[in-house]
């Protein structure tokens, strides 16, 4: 079966961290980009980061530039998002989704992104 899952998320305190991983299954992660979007109540979907799979070049939203950091680690298959200085309005639930192809360069565009997380619930509160 053919999955991303999605973990990490949970309660956190504003200014805390909190590290998400993305692990697939089925499948490497070699041929794919990798982003990760966030969905809050009302809200819509926020492409927030990506990383490709040519030179891991990375890319992300100036709602979380400076604060976040995506990587990747194929021997692991899984894509981690390191995020710092958390506050309340990041609070949502986080989806990882892949992209097939070789990419030098990513945008999470949602649309190009055909496999998708089930999502984890990442809540900033104090």
């Known amino acids: 079966q053919l999955q991303l899952v999605e973990s990490g998320g949970g309660l956190v305190q504003p200014g805390g961290s909190l590290r998400l991983s993305c692990a697939a299954s089925?499948?490497?992660?070699?041929?794919?980009?990798i982003g990760w979007f966030r969905q809050a109540p009302g809200k819509e979907h926020e492409g927030i980061s990506c990383?490709?799979?040519?030179?891991?070049?990375?890319y992300y939203a100036d709602s979380v530039k400076g604060r976040f950091a995506i990587s990747r680690d194929n021997a692991k298959n899984t894509v981690y998002l390191q995020m710092n200085s958390l506050k309340p309005e990041d609070t949502a639930v986080y989806y990882c989704?892949?992209?097939?192809?070789?990419?030098?360069?990513?945008?999470?565009?949602?649309?190009?992104?055909?496999?998708w997380g089930q999502g984890t619930q990442v809540t900033v509160s104090s």
């Open positions: 990383i490709t799979n040519i030179d891991d070049i990375t």
């Open positions: 089925g499948f490497t992660l070699d041929y794919y980009a």
């Open positions: 989704a892949a992209k097939h192809g070789m990419f030098s360069r990513c945008v999470p565009n949602r649309p190009d992104f055909d496999r």
